[in-house]
């Protein structure tokens, strides 16, 4: 039986050859147009006119159909006239007669049900081509008959045609539709001359890259350019052909390196992402425009520039927002969105998503965000299908709440994650083919972290168990809270292994004394503890500050083991490390004596102090040391982006806990700000607050991703990118780090439930049963006392110390 790891290798290195050689074509990537290639199976070979110009089309045609005996990537209405268009291509050429009935079956059985999708609001390209093919399917005799309920659907989709037909000019505006002209082979022979054709013929020789409608142009009138256009295609299309050609090739490209970062494959792609992502930085700045007529071409090049703007920024490339907001300053472009928004709905998610990634001073980027929400929140209310379940996620849940793993696993799952963009007749997607390797190798890499982060939890839990951090019978027991924001948010494998687990331990060890500090422990305990911590010793140690230094010793030990082994010295790492846990339990000590005493310190007194005792800079530093490449990080003065770490952190927690901590009287920074600034009420003190926070952020994250504006590497970068991420999600909204039950679902979902896609399962996994799900996460009480907990409709005892399972 092939390990997991190694089956993720073969299938790795089997892509790299098969996608990223050298003679690899960008258009492969691009799923074939049943239906442009049977319009271009159907043109006579201008020598011998009783046989087809293009018999590899015909004969793909015959290789392809469906077995439920349909043509087309699935038996949805975009099926039916690519079904249809398909069978007249065969009776044409006398060949293939039990195909033929094999679809007329398929259209006898299902045309209601396809119909049925569109019978309230038919989509414009549906409304031009499928009455015109029907017309087409009747001259060649197939004779296609509908019952009473399909000939009430086509008599709306035949009124639909007249009205768009009437209201629209043959070549007019093609911004946000494709022009009528590029339906060529569906319009009526009055409706256009020899003079449209070449009027509108791009340099290539196409009408609008259609090659369905410069295959009618061609068999019409004989036009040599799109004779030669279409011979062009056959050489670079040989098998079938897209349902555009040519294609903007940079955004091909930009699409790939999106469905590799999407899927969670980019720590395999690292290099192949890089150079795809060059190529099209080079143009991206200074790009001329195209001589092809592109259809659509303000959605087109509005999704293009935001997802290149996103991908780029990214990857560390240096872009302005500029290239892809210009639509803000024309009136006519944001009017003719707003009336067509539907049409512009992947344009505005992608433009929504790239808002995501904003620096100080980019009020444009700003305006953008807010023009597009707008956009968005209007497509949701409709309740249509599509993008309406990504869109929603991205509207309620901020970027810098989601963890990586997570989202992986949302990419991996949505039907629709392989929609390039919007054609003419039909979605552009990505190649079956290479969406299935792709989608194939990303559900068994996701699958294989599951099981490696299923046995790091199993060893987390045993070591906060032997250290007592499981049982200190107050506080909060977050060991699997703990690890789930490491696991998600750090999800390279396998060399970050020990990261995970070191930070992992170290935010247990920080939340148990925290809480000790903060409720518990006397103030001469907290003492003895701080001054144990500096002297590095148990002396005079007892009970739960004696279990804390433990466990804290043990880590420190282990991780001075550890860079031994990495760097052949352990010079200052055991030192750097105890100082900086030093300064943290000094932070707390002061919080406490002020809480105790009531002091009230001065507003940047307590950020001050409240920055240090959040603990973020401690695991962000600590662990860097242990990551690739090796890194002695420095202590005081920390670096600009280890400070903006340590504030956002936290004011994000004082944000989501003032009400519980002005219940017990304690500080906040919300509550000294009111203190500073006593015509505050508290609503402006959380505005004034959240305010902070948003630019802090934007500070943050350029420091993160742009080179040469931090000292640190880019693996530490990340790793406070990390940290922040995990903050925010555990404050976003809401203090969900205290709740037994918020972060549950999620937990399940990163660890325990396999992938939906069952298909893709790793067949050398086995799946947990349902005793392995988390139900409940509990407060941590003495042992003694018990509670009847429900898991999965089983009724048991089991001890509130952790997560209980059956």
């Known amino acids: 039986m092939e390990l997991p790891l190694s089956c993720i290798e073969r299938r790795v290195q089997k892509i790299k050859k098969n996608i990223f050689s050298s003679n690899f074509d960008i258009y492969s990537f691009v799923c074939f147009s049943t239906y442009d290639t049977a319009w271009l199976a159907m043109i006579p070979d201008s020598k011998y006119p009783s046989q087809p110009m293009f018999k590899n089309y015909l004969e793909w045609l015959i290789k392809n159909q469906k077995p439920e005996g349909f043509w087309g990537e699935s038996d949805t209405i975009e099926c039916l006239p690519a079904t249809i268009v398909s069978m007249v291509a065969l009776t044409k050429w006398n060949t293939g007669t039990l195909m033929v009935e094999k679809g007329r079956s398929f259209i006898d059985a299902n045309i209601d049900k396809l119909l049925n999708e569109v019978k309230d609001e038919c989509p414009r390209w549906l409304a031009i081509v499928l009455p015109a093919i029907i017309e087409l399917a009747d001259i060649v005799g197939l004779d296609l008959h509908f ?21 629209e000019e043959v070549a007019g505006d093609f911004s946000c539709y494709a022009p009528l002209l590029s339906y060529l082979e569906a319009l009526p022979p009055s409706y256009f001359d020899e003079k ?72 395999y ?16 700045n200074n790009e001329a425009s195209s001589v092809v007529r592109a259809l659509n ?27 892809f907001c210009w639509f803000l300053n024309h009136d006519e472009t944001k009017a003719e969105i707003e009336n067509n928004y539907e049409q512009f709905s992947s344009a505005m998610f992608h433009v929504f998503r790239a808002s995501n990634l904003m620096f100080c001073g980019e009020y444009e980027l700003e305006e953008a965000r807010s023009f597009s929400r707008k ?36 990419w991996i799952e949505e039907t629709e994650a392989n929609t390039l963009w919007k054609g003419k007749t039909s979605h552009n997607r990505v190649s079956c083919l290479y969406n299935d390797e792709l989608l194939q190798l990303a559900s068994l890499s996701f699958e294989f972290k599951q099981l490696i982060y299923k046995n790091e939890l199993k060893e987390i839990k045993r070591w906060a168990e032997k250290y007592g951090m499981s049982d200190m019978g107050f506080g909060r027991e977050k060991s699997t809270y703990c690890y789930f924001a490491a696991a998600a948010s750090l999800t390279s494998l396998p060399h970050d292994s020990y990261v995970r687990m070191f930070v992992a331990k170290t935010a247990i060890i920080i939340t148990v004394a925290d809480d000790f500090f903060d409720s518990v422990g006397s103030l001469n305990e907290l003492e003895i503890l701080t001054e144990a911590v500096l002297r590095w010793d148990t002396r005079g140690l007892s009970s739960h500050s004696k279990v804390i230094f433990d466990a804290l010793d043990d880590l420190i030990s282990e991780a001075t083991r550890k860079y031994l082994q990495q760097e052949g010295t352990s010079d200052d790492i055991s030192r750097n490390l105890k100082d900086l846990w030093y300064e943290i339990f000094l932070s707390w000590l002061i919080e406490a004596n002020w809480s105790r005493n009531g002091h009230k310190p001065s507003i940047d007194h307590y950020l001050e102090t409240g920055m240090t005792s959040i603990g973020a800079h401690l695991i962000v530093l600590s662990s860097s040391c242990f990551m690739k490449p090796f890194e002695k990080h420095r202590l005081k003065p920390y670096e600009p982006l280890t400070n903006l770490l340590m504030v956002i952190s936290r004011l994000l927690n004082d944000l989501e806990s003032y009400q519980k901590e002005m219940e017990e009287g304690k500080l906040n920074y919300v509550l000294v700000n009111m203190m500073e600034n006593p015509e505050f009420e508290i609503e402006d003190s959380i505005a004034f607050v959240r305010e902070i926070v948003e630019k802090k952020k934007k500070e943050f994250l350029e420091l993160v991703l742009i080179d040469g504006l931090s000292d640190f590497p880019k693996p530490s970068k990340q790793l406070h990118l990390s940290c922040l991420k995990v903050f925010q999600m555990f404050f976003n909204s809401k203090n969900s780090f205290d709740s037994n039950t918020d972060m549950v679902e999620d937990i399940n979902k990163a660890i325990y439930l396999p992938l939906s896609r069952t298909s893709m399962c790793l067949s050398t996994q086995k ?11 509990h407060m941590n009480f003495p042992l003694k006392h018990y509670s009847k907990i429900s898991f999965n409709g089983m009724r048991l005892m089991t001890p509130k110390i952790g997560i209980g399972f059956i």
């Open 269 to 284: 792609f690292v290099r192949e992402i890089e150079v795809l992502l060059s190529q099209v930085y080079r143009n991206y």
């Open 196 to 267: 449209d054709i070449c009027k509108n013929l791009s340099e290539d020789g196409s009408l609008f890259q259609s090659p369905s409608a410069t295959a009618k142009a061609f068999m019409d009138y004989g036009n040599k350019k799109c004779l030669s256009y279409l011979q062009a295609l056959s050489q670079r299309c040989p098998k079938a052909v897209p349902q555009a050609y040519s294609m903007e090739e940079d955004y091909i490209k930009l699409c790939i390196a999106n469905q590799l970062h999407r899927f969670g494959l980019g720590e």
């Open 767 to 777: 799946f947990p049963k349902k005793k392995h799900i988390i139900s409940k996460i």
């Open 147 to 167: 019952q009473q309920s399909t000939r009430d659907t086509m008599s709306y989709i035949n009124n639909r045609r007249k009205s768009i037909l009437k209201k």
């Open 297 to 323: 071409k303000n959605t087109m090049q509005l999704q293009k520039d935001a997802m290149a703007f996103e991908l780029l920024r990214t990857y560390g490339f240096k872009v302005s927002p500029l290239r």
């Open 375 to 410: 956009i968005l929140e209007k497509i949701v209310s409709t309740g249509k299908r599509g993008l309406s379940q990504q869109i929603e996620h991205e509207l309620s849940l901020p970027w810098f709440a989601r963890l990586d793993h997570l989202e992986h696993r949302m």
